[in-house]
């Protein structure tokens, strides 16, 4: 029970109630991310479920209005594997929405067998890195308008095993499934900080998360990860607890100085010497802009 109580710690504690306030979550049809939504509309946000299956995001958004009495639920299409999905999403939320004020990139994939999104991205870095790169990008006027703003990217302990190989981003040249979701991770990380780097004083803070070991889909593709979770079951998070971190980073009051860092069980945690390169994270941030077509400032 004590090992248990080490490995799932962190609760959100704040009692911030968010009447009037825009919530987007991506991937909130299961695991972490259905907890994270439904806590927000719990706090009286209008939330958007962004999910690539809209029939499984309209049986959670069903959920989660039964549950908390908020019928601001809504389920838009999301696939973070297809660049036109992701514009297509931010298009309609841009001409429906006037304010977005939370925005969680939480949506991920595990050590999927080597493929490739729509537009010849590695999956890997294709969902996790760039597809969310390209949805904050095209969100950011809002989130700009809308300040004080946050956005939440979910990222890992993996990130420790993370590199970013400029030379093979989409593995390419060598692929290893977990490495592919650790290098992922990283640029999650980098990502953060240098869209803080870039914000500060806007307003729009940023934030990494590591949600802890948690019960989830996202052992779907390694048996060998299937069978410690189920092994291990009793030692690791609920997607209620996974959910803390980044509900305590969306909410919590007072958090804006802490813009740029990443979290652990509520907490600001320490991050591998790769994820402190600057010189890195400003050349992802170039290549990423590259690779989507986006102006390189
Ligand atoms: N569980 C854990 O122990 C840990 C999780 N994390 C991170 O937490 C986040 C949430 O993971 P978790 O809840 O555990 O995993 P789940 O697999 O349970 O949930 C992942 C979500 O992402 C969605 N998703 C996957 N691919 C796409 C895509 N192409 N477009 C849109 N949505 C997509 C899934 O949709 P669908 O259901 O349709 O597949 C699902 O809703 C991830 O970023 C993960 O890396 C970090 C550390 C540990
Ligand atoms: C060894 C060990 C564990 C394994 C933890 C692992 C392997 C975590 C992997 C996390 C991942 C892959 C996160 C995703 O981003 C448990 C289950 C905590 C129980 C105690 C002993």
């Not at 299956?53 to 049986?59: C, P």
């Not at 996790?128 to 956005?151: C, I, Y």
């Not at 979910?154 to 650790?182: D, M, P, T, V, W």
């Amino acid at each position: 029970p004590q090992i248990r109580r080490m490995l799932t710690t962190g609760v959100c504690t704040s009692t911030v109630q968010l009447p009037g306030k825009v919530a987007i979550v991506t991937g909130a049809n299961t695991g972490i991310g259905k907890e994270t939504a439904k806590e927000l509309a719990q706090r009286g946000a209008r939330v958007y479920l962004a999910c690539r299956d809209v029939q499984k995001g309209e049986l959670v958004a069903k959920e989660i209005k039964g549950l908390t009495g908020n019928q601001q639920v809504l389920v838009r299409k999301l696939d973070l594997a297809d660049t036109k999905s992701i514009r297509a999403f931010a298009k309609d939320f841009l001409a429906e929405e006037k304010h977005l004020h939370i925005l969680i990139n939480n949506a991920g994939v595990m050590m999927c067998p080597y493929s490739k999104t729509a537009d010849g991205f590695e999956m890997h870095i294709g969902v996790n890195h760039l597809g969310h790169f390209l949805l904050t990008h095209l969100l950011l006027e809002k989130l700009q308008e809308s300040a004080p703003s946050r956005v939440v990217n979910l990222s890992s302990l993996a990130h420790y095993l993370g590199r970013i190989h400029f030379h093979n981003l989409q593995g390419e040249k060598f692929y290893s499934a977990g490495l592919a979701y650790c290098h992922s991770k990283l640029a999650n990380i980098l990502f953060t900080r240098e869209l803080h780097r870039r914000l500060k004083g806007s307003g729009v803070t940023v934030y990494s998360v590591h949600p802890g070991t948690v019960k989830s889909e996202l052992i779907r593709h390694s048996t060998v990860m299937s069978l410690m979770w189920w092994l291990f079951s009793f030692f690791i998070k609920t997607p209620q607890q996974g959910a803390q971190t980044s509900l305590y980073c969306a909410v919590t009051e007072g958090l804006e100085s802490l813009s740029g860092k990443h979290f652990s069980d509520c907490q600001v945690a320490w991050v591998s010497s790769q994820a402190r390169n600057e010189t890195v994270a400003r050349r992802l941030w170039d290549v990423s802009c590259d690779l989507l077509g986006l102006p390189v400032d």
